[in-house]
């Protein structure tokens, strides 16, 4: 092998880091940041019911209705 191939092996193996904090730490701040979005998302629950467009009223009792009843005077009654 060449001496400049020995060398990129040999950088390489060096080239590993340590991380800054220990592995659970970053556990912990995952699951830190995963509960401050399900609270923020838990906070806006209900929000969509108390925007929506109001609905039209129904009629009245004593109003006039239509009715879907079938023309052939059976009162509605299929065969």
Not at 41 to 46: A, L, P
Request: hydrophobic share 45%.
């Amino acid at each position: 092998m060449s001496d400049r191939a020995v060398s990129l092996i040999t950088q390489g193996e060096e080239a590993a880091r340590e991380l800054p904090m220990p592995v659970i730490a970053y556990f912990f701040i995952t699951f830190a940041l995963f509960l401050v979005a399900l609270a923020v998302t838990w906070s806006f629950r209900n929000t969509a019911y108390k925007v929506q467009a109001p609905r039209p009223s129904r009629p009245a009792a004593g109003s006039q209705e239509v009715t879907h009843e079938g023309t052939s005077g059976t009162g509605g009654a299929h065969r």
